[in-house]
């Protein structure tokens, strides 16, 4: 099973990415699913597809031979994902005077979308359903909370959850004695262990670098590199493998008139996205006179991203995290390219590596040696964070 994230900021290209990369595997012979992340879904408009995506309930719809889309119905998934918890939530916005209607959207809450979308993504890699699967992200932030729902959801599964039903199963009784306010039943908790279960895995298989890869889009202006810069590193801070940066509405320097106008003011900005992404792949796609919607189109922007390579093909081989054990030293190796150190904190909390970077922060859980160690020393070697430890017992 092959996994392939293209992410970036809004606008600058994904779908077409996405959907180009997806349409020539299939062509290929790759059973080929794209999925859209972004609740402003536009896969079906990159198909040209007439109506829109006439498929509401969210399942994958065939496009093409050995191609299917995915646009996910929030709504559909939580009737079959999250129905006491969604029960739970529209009950206690209800109570509060709110109208049923506006209950039940509120009760929609940030993240919902984002674990939906893995609980499909891990049910298809546990039938081995797909050859290929494809994500079409959100733009960057939504990225950002999507990759690290997992790790949060099993910090709050250890530290938190048999905590708090224990607590409420004992406070339930005199609570409902008090106030009118619904507490959430064992139903409520029973259903979250349940979609825990069925993430089982998924975090293992976003940062499984051999499997699973990001490619970036970006184009040559300056806000839209600084951001995709900013997204190369928290990817990398979330365990996943950057192999490749899409380069999108490059205009060439042979253009005449205003194209080649807006060519020389490109061209610093080319060059800073090599000074950037080194030594990352960058794979340059033309400035297109013309709408690229449906199979042929998509098909011909695939043949200009790969020729006639594989477009699932590893790109570029970098394992962002590593333990490292060697010669009775410990050491943990954290890719961070282009970080800003003064934004970069570090501790350890029990079994786990604290590392922070600005406002995101990722709860490395350690080996058993490790665990047992404590941190003495971190320094950057390029982009790597190397972060050293001393043996139980040994010398700091």
Same mark, same amino acid.
């Given at each position: ?39 402003? @879904? ?28 995915? $646009? ?28 049923? &209607? ?5 009760? &929609? ?35 950002? /909370? ?6 949060? !959801? ?18 339930r009784p005199i609570a409902a004695r008090l106030t009118d306010v619904p507490l959430p039943g064992d139903d409520y908790f029973a259903n979250l262990e349940a979609l825990f279960k069925k993430l089982e895995g998924v975090d293992r298989l976003l940062t499984d670098h051999e499997s699973t890869t990001v490619r970036l889009v970006c184009n040559p202006e300056k806000m839209v590199l600084k951001e995709s810069q900013r997204a190369y590193t928290y990817f990398s801070l979330y365990g996943?493998?950057?192999?490749? &940066? ?46 690229v919607l449906g199979v042929e189109r998509l098909l011909e922007l695939g043949r200009e991203l790969y020729g006639q390579a594989d477009p699932a093909a590893r790109l570029y081989d970098r394992q962002p995290l590593a333990f490292i054990k060697q010669d009775g030293r410990?050491?943990?190796?954290? @890719? ?10 570090? @501790? ?7 590392? $922070?970077?600005?406002?995101? /922060?990722?709860?490395?859980? !350690? ?6 160690? /404590? ?22």
């Open positions: 099973m092959r996994l392939i994230l293209f992410a970036g900021k809004g606008g600058s290209g994904k779908t077409s990415m996405s959907a180009a990369t997806a349409a020539l595997a299939a062509q290929q012979g790759l059973n080929t699913l794209v999925i859209s992340l972004d609740p402003a @879904h536009s896969l079906s408009d990159a198909f040209d597809l007439e109506g829109g995506l006439l498929d509401l309930t969210g399942e994958p719809v065939q496009v093409a031979p050995n191609l299917a889309i995915q $646009e996910i119905n929030v709504n559909v998934a939580i009737k079959q994902y999250w129905d006491q918890v969604h029960s739970y939530l529209s009950a206690l916005f209800n109570s509060t005077g709110l109208q049923e &209607v506006v209950a039940e959207e509120i009760a &929609v809450l940030p993240g919902m979308e984002e674990i939906s979308a893995l609980l499909y993504i891990n049910q298809y890699v546990r039938d081995q359903t797909y050859d290929l699967m494809i994500l079409d992200c959100a733009p960057t932030a939504e990225s950002m /909370r999507f990759v690290s729902v997992p790790s949060a !959801l099993e910090w709050y599964m250890k530290k938190v959850f048999k905590l708090e039903r224990t607590v409420l199963k004992v406070a996943l493998a950057v192999e490749a &940066v899409i380069m999108n509405r490059v205009w060439p320097a042979d253009a005449e008139g205003l194209g080649r106008e807006l060519a020389a003011l490109q061209k610093p900005y080319l060059a800073q996205a090599e000074q950037y992404f080194a030594p990352l792949p960058i794979l340059p796609v033309e400035q297109k006179r013309h709408e410990l050491q943990v190796r954290l @890719h961070l390219p282009s970080v800003d150190k003064t934004r970069l904190k570090l @501790h350890k909390v029990g079994d786990e590596l604290v590392v $922070e970077v600005g406002v995101f /922060r990722k709860h490395l859980a !350690l080996p058993h040696s490790f665990a047992l160690a /404590r941190p003495t020393k971190a320094v950057f070697h390029d982009d790597d964070l190397l972060i050293d430890f001393s043996q139980p017992g040994g010398e700091s």
